[in-house]
């Protein structure tokens, strides 16, 4: 029996793995502009960094990560986020005594076992970004207006930024008991899940997806209305600012996000394009986070996407690599000189593809049509004695007589550039 992947574990296979390639690419292009460095975190932390930042009541640590002792007798998990371990990094290696403010931001797989489902999956991969040391809402829009610019590159429309406020410690416990004595009366109508979290998370019953639990919120009090004065002037603050530079949002009180560490400003990119999985890319302010973890009071924002989701958007997309040039040889001594001038075009910058084993010229044209090279070169023994072939521009249509060095090719394919 042949041996298959794990369930939830996917490979990214030739002709999806480019699409990969070019939100990575997109990423790093605009996270640069706005003054973000890359930081690479490794895949396996001691458990008790999510247990502490994400919060023991929250889903994610209760039920989906992948945790267990090495043969030290450690406790490790592989990370099911990111914003923790940069954090962690953040701290252990004193980067705030250099500056407090870092940018910074990250790709890379997650893992969490959970059912999989279309864009949902055990290993997934996130890229996301994180600022600290910045407690003004000034940070808070540019972080939204980044996001909101990496989405407009990528040339989608969809998909939209909804947001809102959780408070701070001050102002949300008192919400935290005006929501849990609203949902007493409905209890009854609370999934398990919400249930067993009406004393330590009840926020959690507001996004969540249950019909019973969606209609029982229906009316529930909003966060926005029980915010104390300093949050509410930071999220009146942080709306101006994206209407400033003209960055469209809506707001969505019922937002509350699934880990703890959230205050203040919290966010999602959300789609109707994906069915139930609406939330592409989702984040908020953390403010507590990194003395939570050992670290000094300072302030940070940030948010992850779902490589896999904002892949799904771009499915009418063609992201496949043409060759620039495909070298058909006929004959014992053409074979040499077509590998020759391909290595030598290779070196200058171009792709370049040869048939190896010596087929008919019409097996190797339909193979060029399959790469859909944009330049085919044939050499035979004539073009050899003369030193000239002809190269064939097959999105012209147009062909030109060219030497056969590759100082040559080059120019006819750029245009003498």
């Known amino acids: 029996m042949a041996i298959t992947g794990i369930k939830g574990f996917n490979d990214i296979l030739p002709g999806e793995v480019e699409k990969w390639q070019h939100i990575e690419a997109t990423a790093r292009r605009v996270f640069e502009l706005y003054g973000l460095s890359e930081i690479r975190i490794p895949i396996l932390e001691k458990t008790e960094l999510f247990c502490r930042s994400i ?125 849990k004595k609203f949902l007493l009366d409905r209890i009854d109508k609370l999934c398990d899940d919400c249930k067993r979290r009406y004393d330590t998370n009840p926020l959690r019953a507001l996004d969540c997806k249950s019909a019973g639990c969606q209609e029982a919120t229906q009316g529930a009090p909003s966060m926005l209305d029980h915010l104390c004065a300093e949050c509410s002037d930071h999220f009146d603050k942080t709306r101006k600012h994206l209407e400033l530079v003209g960055t469209p949002y809506s707001i969505n009180q019922r937002m509350v996000r699934g880990l703890d560490y959230y205050t203040r400003t919290t966010f999602e990119m959300v789609t109707t394009m994906l069915g139930a999985q609406s939330a592409v890319a989702a984040g908020g302010r953390y403010d507590g986070l990194i003395s939570s973890i050992g670290g000094p009071q300072i302030p940070g924002i940030g948010f992850a996407m779902g490589v896999e989701r904002v892949a799904l958007l771009l499915a009418e997309k063609d992201f496949s690599r043409r060759p620039d040039l495909f070298i058909a040889a006929l004959g014992d001594e053409a074979h040499p000189e077509a590998f020759r001038l391909m290595s030598a075009l290779q070196r200058l910058g171009f792709a370049v593809e040869i048939d190896y084993e010596g087929k008919s010229l019409k097996s190797q044209m339909r193979r060029a049509d399959k790469f859909n090279s944009r330049f085919t070169l044939i050499i035979g023994g004539d073009e050899l004695a003369r030193g000239t072939a002809p190269l064939k521009n097959m999105d012209g249509g147009t062909q030109d007589e060219v030497a056969l060095d590759a100082a040559s090719i080059q120019a006819a394919m750029t245009g003498g550039a």
């Open 55 to 179: 919060g023991d009541a929250t889903d994610i640590v209760e039920k989906e990560m992948y945790s267990f002792e090495d043969k030290g007798g450690n406790k490790v998990t592989m990370r099911p986020e990111g914003t923790a371990s940069v954090m962690r990094a953040y701290v252990e290696h004193k980067m705030h005594a250099l500056d407090p403010v870092a940018r910074l931001y990250y790709m890379g797989p997650m893992f969490r076992y959970e059912r999989p489902q279309k864009g949902r999956y055990r290993q997934f991969h996130q890229i996301g970004a994180e600022i600290t040391g910045v407690a003004a809402p000034t940070v808070d829009a540019q972080v939204l207006t980044m996001l909101t610019h990496f989405f407009q590159e990528l040339g989608l429309t969809e998909p939209s930024l909804q947001i809102n406020s959780l408070g701070c410690p001050c102002c949300r416990p008192a919400y935290r008991e005006a929501l």
